[in-house]
C-alpha cells in the first residue's frame, strides 16, 4: 500500500514516514500541498495523510481539490483539535480526523482501518447490491442510484459505506458507537458527532427534503435508521 504524507514540519513528517514504513508501507512525502497535488496526479497513492496548517494551500483547500477528481481516502493529521476544524475536515470529503499530538498505536489502527474499508467488497453476503427507498446500491461497481431514473449519486468512499451498513440493516436503529465500528473499523468514544456530520452529508445528497428526512432517520437518544 501506497501513502502519502503531507506536512510542512520536517519532524512530525520525518516520524509519521517512519512510523508506516515499520509497518511495511510504502510512503511518499512533501511538505505543501502543491507538490501533494502533482504527485496525486503523477502518482495516485491509496491512501494521503493530510496536515491543516500549511503556507500556500491548506489542507482543507487540498482535500477539497483531490475530491474534485478522485476517491484517494484522506486522513487529516492536524493541531487543530476545535469541532468545528474537525467537522470542517470531514464535511469536505476526509475519511477522518485525528488531532495531533497522537499516539502512534492509534495512527497506525485508523490507517489500516481506513484502508481496509477502502477496499474491495469480498464477502457474497456483502457483494449483494441492496435496494430501498427508491435506490439502488451496488457495492461491486461502487456506485448508487436512483431506480426512478437511473440517475447516479456521487458518494465519498466513507459516506458509501455509511449508506451501505444503514440500507443493509433497514428499519433497524444503529446506534453511532455500532457505526463507528462497522463503518469506520475502530472503537473509540466520543466521535458520535462524527456520525452526525457523515448523515448530514448523507441527507443532502438522497433526501428530497434534507431537513424533514424521510429515509434517514434520527432516533433522538439512540441513533439512526435507514427506512425503505
Known sequence: MKILVVDDDRPSLKLISFLLREEGYVVSTAQNGQTALEIIQQ????????????????????????????????????????????????????????????????????????????????????????????????????VVFREEDGKEIELTPIEFRLLWCLMGNAGRVLSPSFLISKVWGYDYEGESNQVAVYIRRLRTKIEKEPHHPEQLVTVRGHGYKFEA
Open 43 to 142: 502518482r495516485p497513492p491509496d491512501l494521503v495523510i493530510l496536515d491543516v496548517m500549511m503556507p500556500h494551500i491548506d489542507g482543507f483547500e487540498v482535500c477539497h481539490r483531490i475530491r474534485k477528481v478522485a476517491k484517494i481516502p484522506i486522513i487529516f493529521l492536524s493541531a487543530k483539535g476545535q469541532i468545528e476544524d474537525k467537522v470542517m475536515g470531514l464535511s469536505i470529503g476526509a475519511d477522518d480526523y485525528l488531532v495531533k499530538p497522537f499516539e502512534p498505536a492509534e495512527l497506525l489502527a485508523r490507517v489500516e482501518a481506513v484502508l481496509r474499508r477502502s477496499g474491495t467488497f469480498t464477502d457474497q453476503q456483502d457483494a449483494m447490491p441492496l435496494r430501498g427507498g427508491g435506490l439502488c446500491l451496488d457495492p461491486i461497481r461502487h
